[in-house]
Nanobody, 123 residues
Framework: QVQLVESGGGLVQAGGSLRLSCAASGRTFSGNAMGWFRQAPGKEREFVAAISGGGGSTYYTDSVKGRFTISRDNAKSTVYLQMDSLRPEDTAVYYC????????????????WGQGTQITVSS
């Protein structure tokens, strides 16, 4: 089992930045691929970013490429999502996720979910 706890959400103006953190506990953190999903009001949950267990591979959905950066610190069992140049359409609940393999995250096959943290971007 892996437990995931997100933090860092909040309200920000368009063009601003936020950094989300996700602290993991339980199974060996470095062995898991990690990622972020989000769900906006009235919309389906969507994939945002993924990072491999060692941190050497990352992948982003097109709408956040060049603005969001996913990273991880295996010594702290934490994954981060640095969000820059935020837009109102980035408003959503952001979920940290974990999966056994990187390819699973890319295929949207998620084993564990965090409870979510709200990001609101005002125009």
């Amino acid at each position: 089992q892996v437990q995931l706890v997100e933090s860092g959400g909040g309200l920000v103006q368009a063009g601003g930045s936020l950094r989300l953190s996700c602290a993991a506990s339980g199974r060996t953190f470095s062995g898991n691929a990690m990622g972020w999903f989000r769900q906006a009001p009235g919309k389906e949950r969507e994939f945002v970013a993924a990072i491999s267990g060692g941190g050497g591979s990352t992948y982003y959905t097109d709408s956040v490429k060049g603005r969001f950066t996913i990273s991880r610190d295996n010594a702290k069992s934490t994954v981060y999502l640095q969000m820059d140049s935020l837009r109102p359409e980035d408003t959503a609940v952001y979920y940290c996720i974990a999966a056994r393999f990187y390819i699973d995250v890319l295929a949207r096959r998620v084993d564990y979910w965090g409870q979510g943290t709200q990001i609101t971007v005002s125009s």
